[in-house]
């Protein structure tokens, strides 16, 4: 049976069976959420104990970002968690998480929050960040999963959990995408059909950079498929190295990742894709997954190169 959670006592009257894994999102499920769910599941097996959260952080939103419009769907979102294999879903208020009302103390996200996202969005980090921390000292989980889709904000977490001493394992998990290549995003259901279409030249982007051999060319490929997608206003493609989000230079060696940030109309998106370079990648990706979901779509040829064909470089996982 699934229970519904709204307090922090609630939590805390829990009785705590196994390990406990928590994954932690905005609402508006989908796909993408049901894998990390799914995945939790696993590593709980049935002796163990799955919480899923549903909270939309307001300090992670800017004053111009869409806070208010952000889609809420309680009740799909039980039901998508519960099917997915949750045992608790933790869906509270605002002024159960926030109780003193605005936070005066707060987690400061470091240089790496001032990258890509962060540039764009400043704040939105210290805000994920403190929430997470508050959302981690609330379930106090053995393991938290995050989706590998939110590559800079998964970065975060493990460095915030390594720097505070947090005593929790990360598991991160592959994006799942559309069968065309769109990785599936609660902002996804705000495009229009044409928005949509135009959309998808962010995973083109990133494929097209995947079947690269060196760090230039494959931002140069990821560059020109954007340029040349109409109804897109770029906002950034970048490589970089995962550890802290500075940018992978021409000589760059291991694992990077090529990230993508981009509006179509008022919805920005954003995607990427882990790569190596320069050596054996970590396991090699599963195409069908521990999230029964592939990683790339198909073709790209990527992801199901050998190292020994790419020898500067081969997609790796996520890390
Ligand atoms: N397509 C996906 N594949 C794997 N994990 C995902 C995917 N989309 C989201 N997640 C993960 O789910 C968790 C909750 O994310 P969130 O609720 O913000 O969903 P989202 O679809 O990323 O929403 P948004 O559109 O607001 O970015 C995060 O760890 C996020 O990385
Ligand atoms: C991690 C998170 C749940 C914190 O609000 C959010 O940033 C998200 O859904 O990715
Ligand atoms: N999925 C990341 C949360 C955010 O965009 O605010």
Redo the contacts with the bound molecule.
């Keep these: 049976m699934t229970v519904l959670v709204r307090t922090a006592t609630g939590l805390a009257a829990l009785d705590r069976t196994g390990r406990r894994c928590v994954v932690m999102t905005?609402g508006a499920l989908h796909d993408g959420h049901a894998a990390l769910i799914r995945t939790a599941r696993e590593h709980a097996g049935a002796e163990g104990q799955v919480i899923v959260t549903v909270f939309v952080?307001p300090l992670?939103?800017g004053a111009n970002e869409d806070l208010d419009r952000y889609p809420r769907t309680p009740d799909a979102d039980f039901a998508l968690a519960r099917e997915a294999g949750a045992d608790v879903v933790f869906a509270p208020a605002v002024e159960e998480v926030y109780p003193g009302g605005d936070p005066q103390v707060r987690l400061s996200a470091g240089p790496m929050g001032e990258r890509l996202e962060g540039a764009t969005r400043p704040g939105?980090f210290d805000g994920?960040l403190t929430v997470v921390a508050k959302l981690l000292h609330l379930t106090a989980p053995d393991l938290a999963f995050f989706g590998q889709?939110?590559a800079q904000?998964l970065a975060l977490i493990r460095r915030m959990v390594l720097d505070l001493n947090f005593p929790v394992e990360v598991v991160a998990v592959p994006t799942v995408r559309e069968a065309d290549g769109l990785a599936r995003?609660?902002r996804n259901r705000y495009l229009s059909r044409e928005e949509r279409a135009a959309a998808l030249a962010l995973s083109r982007a990133l494929f097209a950079g995947a079947r690269e051999r060196t760090p230039a060319a494959v931002r140069e490929a990821a560059h020109r498929v954007l340029k040349e997608a109409p109804g897109l206003e770029l906002d950034y493609v970048a490589l970089v190295d995962p550890a802290d989000f500075t940018d992978a230079g021409d000589g760059h060696r291991g694992d990077a990742v090529l990230a993508v940030a981009a509006r179509a109309g008022a919805t920005r998106l954003i995607d990427n894709l882990p790569l190596t370079f320069g050596g054996v990648p970590h396991d090699t990706p599963d195409a069908t997954g521990p999230t029964g979901a592939p990683d790339t779509p198909d073709a790209t040829g990527a992801t199901a190169a050998p190292a020994a064909q790419h020898p500067q470089h081969t997609p790796g996982a996520a890390p």
């Design positions: 905005m952080n992670q939103f939105h994920m889709k939110d904000q995003s609660s």
